[in-house]
């Protein structure tokens, strides 16, 4: 089992930027892909971004493309998401996956694992 724990979020003014980090436990991180979701208020879950095993592709949505950029370093077990150039649409609980498949996918159903989620709030 891989258990996640995201960390944060917070308040930041648009335009701002947030680094959030999830910190993985388990003997087999490194072979998982990671994956980055975030959920709003009366919306579905949707992708942000994943990034491959070694961490040398990286999968983005149209949304955060150019902004946000995901990087891991297996040795820390920990994967993270940084923001830039925020705005109040990125207002969102955001969650770190965990994918057994070697390719990097943007769906939520191909993800094993889930973290307990961090509130990211941008305000205007």
């Known amino acids: 089992q891989v258990q996640l724990v995201e960390s944060g979020g917070g308040l930041v003014q648009a335009g701002g930027s947030l680094r959030l980090s999830c910190a993985a436990s388990g003997r087999t991180f490194s072979t998982y892909t990671m994956g980055w979701f975030r959920q709003a208020p009366g919306k579905e879950r949707e992708f942000v971004g994943g990034i491959s095993v070694r961490g040398d592709y990286t999968y983005y949505a149209e949304s955060v493309k150019g902004r946000f950029t995901i990087s891991r370093d297996n040795a820390k077990n920990t994967v993270y998401l940084e923001m830039n150039s925020l705005n109040p649409d990125d207002t969102a609980v955001y969650y770190c996956?965990?994918?057994?498949?070697?390719?990097?996918?943007?769906?939520?159903?191909?993800?094993?694992?889930w973290g307990q989620g961090t509130q990211v709030t941008v305000s205007s």
């Open positions: 996956a965990a994918d057994a498949s070697v390719w990097v996918r943007s769906t939520a159903s191909a993800y094993d694992y």
